[in-house]
């Protein structure tokens, strides 16, 4: 998630004239103790309407809090007070995504984008699931939300957060109304969302079509390397499943006459643009690393694991760390408080989602499966609230919904869904003339709908809670079975020794075709046909090799009869990983992970080297500039040349090789998919995308290198000086923290309140440690990062380390809303406590909440 971007909600607040608002804003009194109104009470005592039992909370110099209580209920309702007292504006603002309530908030700039959201139609979707819930998991999301309103019931306005101090300037009449469970479950499909990529490539490739021949697009869409580590090789299916029909020549997208509507595609792809402002990036950017090893590869015999999953950067960090403890059971399990775990959270949602309990640790990167489809639906024109399915006429089903828009009149949409979806187009307006100067029959009316598997009821939040539970590898696959949206890639150890990795997630499974390309929605040729059993996803269990890795890249072969996804990362961190985990006989340690996860070998670089070793440049501050390059280690580091002059080249060379011909909305990002590109053409030093149609030579590869090569000295003289040894990398790729809402208002004065930054940063977004930068943009700066790193030692859970982005506090000003950046930065950790011993040694602070005699 990011920020909702300048040119809405600043937009908004320039209207009032900045001058006045400065004004407001200095004058009306955001002094020392506004800031630090919102701070939580960390310690004394709280009575506590509700509970049923006393509770007690330690935090650490880092403000991750322990909570001891002595019953689920009080566990989760604690959780629920906790995450309010640090995180209640991330909170809302999520939930007002999740329901398409923006406008509610910030007035009529986000009012297509609700639009967009109400489509999707999540809040429906989180009210069937919550009333399909067991009893247990309905009981916990209950206990939290009573927790979180325990708190909103005293704490309003500045005493909550900063943030709704400014948004009253916009809103006055605003108030946050109680958290409810759906809320919490809401988080779930933004999560899926965010972390769904293949949308936009689908859309990508038909626009291409227009101008290329599909072996041309082909080429800008390569396969998985041959020779790149898959997650689970040995995964054989054990019962016999049919291969799936695969429409190779697209025969049926050209009946679409996808090639002459293309530019009206480009407004579904608008919508996912815009969904990205307040998200972050979604697709691709959204990379993870993680790996277990075996005991018989580390120097204390038993597994170490490690996960650091990357997301968009935030203003506060979308994680927060936190530990729950059942008083009774401190190393066993009790059927009445089951709960012994500690890790990463998500404010909003109850448990754990990355962490260990007492028996089990598990890491999590995103499988990058294909779940969502695009169909082409026939229209009748006799009624538009009618669709064709195999020769026959059938009625939509209409929702109507109210938006509430701040300081005005509600909005009424009509959402029509099909046996598909939603139909996308009745909030793209200019998909209504998708048959406009067509040469090629289409549908006289026609609508576009979205099939997608986190449109149906899902069990991922009981998941959560099963897995917290687990403890041993056949309970956490029982748990995983739930895992069923926003699949990922689950990794498993445990203080028995064992290591495991399962593939969860509702796969579909097609009567035909790929999912690569949209496809006619009035038959039943396209139909998915269910989702690939559980027991045939890929899953393994102490593999002879003795680790597991995964960085998004292939899950499986070319042998496993099932559609994963056509577009999997291409493994240039996996190959990075396995590298580095076998380079040596030598056992493992923590600090050998440390430096894996800190690791910013560039293979990119060290795959295209050779080609700029064999060009020579008379010009001699050129050859200066390669000579530093062959001299380089190829690592991204912070102090670099090198790498400012590699990365650099990088940007220029893509530009160069695709600018020419590719429409500016494709511009290559620079990502593995354009590493892998760029290295099959590198061994065509003829093909056609080197020429520039521009000029009337023939380029070929070695020229564009060169030019590349020029282009980037000069930019980096222009900027940096002619002084190439000044030309560090540290210099150009940095790393701003903005706040999520607030951080691109527009308007300074309110952004300096809740921004940070500037940061150097080593890496690029391919390297280990992840810190991505997009080759499409002006600047270097970073869009992506590992959002967490963890490291769990299973021979003694207190070795165990870990560090987030920015810092436990969403309250500007709070010492803990910055406090972890440099750490995190320079790949540094904290301890991940454990013991009751160490937890009560490095407390700095005890809060007991204990029930208020009062309430009963």
């Known amino acids: 998630m990011n920020h909702i971007n300048k040119d809405g909600l600043g937009a908004v607040f320039k209207n009032i004239g900045i001058l006045v608002l400065v004004l407001l804003i200095t004058l009306a009194g955001l002094t020392t103790y506004t800031f630090r109104k919102s701070f939580p009470q960390e310690n004394g005592a709280i009575a506590i309407p509700g509970l049923e039992s006393e509770v007690k909370v330690l935090r650490d110099e880092w403000g991750i809090p322990q909570i001891y209580a002595a019953s689920n209920h009080d566990l989760f309702f604690t959780q629920g007070y906790v995450h309010a007292q640090d995180r ?4 809302d603002f999520w939930r007002h995504i999740g329901a398409g309530r923006l406008s509610e908030m910030f007035g009529e700039s986000q009012l297509d984008k609700d639009k967009f959201l109400r489509t999707m139609g999540w809040k429906k979707i989180a009210q069937q699931e919550f009333a399909t819930l067991d009893t247990d998991t309905k009981a916990n999301l209950q206990a939290y939300a009573a927790g979180v309103n325990t708190y909103l019931a005293k704490h309003q306005g500045s005493a909550l957060s900063l943030e709704y101090t400014v948004l009253k300037l916009l809103n006055r009449e605003y108030r946050p109304e109680p ?5 919490s479950i809401l988080w779930g499909k933004v999560m899926a969302y965010d972390l769904s990529t293949n949308l936009g490539d689908e859309i990508e490739r038909t626009i291409l079509l227009k101008s290329f021949p599909k072996e041309r697009v082909d080429e800008l869409f ?3 390397p041959e020779d790149f580590p898959v997650i689970v090789p040995e995964f054989k299916v054990a019962k016999k499943a049919g291969k799936i029909k695969i429409n190779e020549d697209i025969e049926d997208v050209n009946l679409l006459a996808l090639k002459e509507i293309t530019p009206n595609l480009k407004s579904i792809a608008s919508n996912v643009t815009a969904m990205e402002e307040i998200l972050g990036g979604t697709g691709m950017g959204v990379g993870s690393n993680s790996w277990t090893i075996s005991g018989k590869r580390t120097a204390t015999g038993k597994p170490i694991l490690a996960d650091d999953p990357h997301l968009s950067v935030q203003m506060p960090s979308i994680w927060y760390e936190l530990g729950l403890h059942c008083i009774s059971i401190k190393d066993s399990v009790s059927s009445n408080c089951p709960y012994n775990v500690t890790g990463f959270t998500f404010a909003g949602v109850p448990g ?3 962490g260990h309990n007492n028996r089990i640790a598990w890491g ?18 006799a009624n538009p609230n009618q669709y064709e399915m195999n020769g026959k006429w059938v009625d939509m089903q209409l929702v109507t919904e109210e938006i509430q828009v701040a300081s005005g009149e509600p909005i009424n949409q009509i959402i029509r869904y099909t046996q598909h979806g939603p139909i996308l187009s009745d909030v793209v307006p200019s998909l209504q003339q998708f048959g406009e100067n067509s040469t090629v029959k289409v549908p006289e009316k026609y609508a576009v709908s979205l099939r997608w598997n986190a449109l149906e009821p899902s069990t991922l939040i009981t998941a959560i809670q099963e897995i917290n539970r687990a403890q041993n590898w056949q309970q956490f696959r029982t748990a995983a079975s739930k895992f069923d949206i926003a699949a990922q890639n689950l990794i498993y150890a445990d203080v028995d020794g064992n290591i495991g990795y399962q593939m969860p997630g509702r796969t579909p499974i097609r009567k035909q075709g790929d999912g690569r390309y949209p496809v006619p929605g009035w038959n039943n040729k396209y139909e998915w046909q269910g989702y690939i059993d559980f027991e045939e996803l890929p899953h393994s269990f102490n593999p002879a090799r003795g680790y597991i890795i995964t960085a998004n890249n292939a899950v499986v072969d070319e042998n496993y009869p099932y559609v994963i996804t056509k577009d999997w990362v291409h493994g240039y961190r996996a190959k990075r990983i396995e590298e580095m985990i076998t380079r040596t006989n030598q056992p493992l340690t923590l600090a050998d992970i440390e430096s894996i996860q800190g690791d910013t070998l560039d293979i990119n670089a060290r795959d295209l080297m050779p080609i700029l070793k ?3 440049f008379d010009d001699s501050r050129l050859e200066n500039a390669r000579q530093l390059l062959i001299n380089w280690d190829f690592q ?4 670099s040349p090198a790498s400012a002059i590699f990365e650099t080249f990088w940007k220029k060379l893509l530009a160069l090789t695709f600018h020419d011909e590719l429409p500016q909305d494709y511009y290559p990002d620079g990502s593995d998919r354009w590493y892998a590109v760029m290295n099959n053409l590198a061994v065509q030093p003829n093909n056609l995308w080197w020429d520039n149609r521009n000029t009337p030579e023939v380029e070929n590869r070695d020229e564009i290198f060169k030019q590349a090569l020029v282009a980037a000295v000069d930019e980096l003289e222009s900027n940096l000086g002619n002084n190439p040894e000044k030309w560090t990398w540290g210099k150009l790729h940095k790393i701003d923290f903005r706040n999520v809402t607030l951080g691109k208002s527009g308007v300074a004065v309110i952004e300096k ?8 940063a080593a890496g690029d977004g391919e390297t280990i440690n992840a810190n991505r930068w997009k080759a499409n943009q002006s600047t270097f700066e970073v869009t992506h990062i590992p959002s967490l790193r963890m490291i769990v030692d299973l021979d003694s859970f207190d070795n165990s380390q870990a560090i987030h982005s920015t810092g436990q506090s969403g309250h500007a000003f709070n010492r803990h809303y910055t406090d972890m950046i440099r750490p995190w930065r320079d790949t540094k950790y904290h301890s991940m406590l454990w013991e009751n011993e160490k937890i009560n040694q490095k407390a700095e602070s005890t809060l007991l909440l204990v029930p208020d005699s009062n309430s009963f």
């Open 636 to 639: 991204l580091k912070i102090k």
């Open 352 to 354: 754990v989602i990355v």
């Open 364 to 381: 999590v990167t995103n499988v990058m499966s294909d779940t969502m489809d695009l169909y082409v639906e026939k229209i009748n024109p």
């Open 179 to 183: 958290w409810q469970p759906i809320h």
């Open 222 to 224: 390569p396969l998985y």
């Open 88 to 91: 209640f504006w991330q909170m």
């Open 614 to 616: 064999s060009i020579y």
């Open 753 to 760: 309140l809740f921004n940070r930054g500037t940061f150097a």
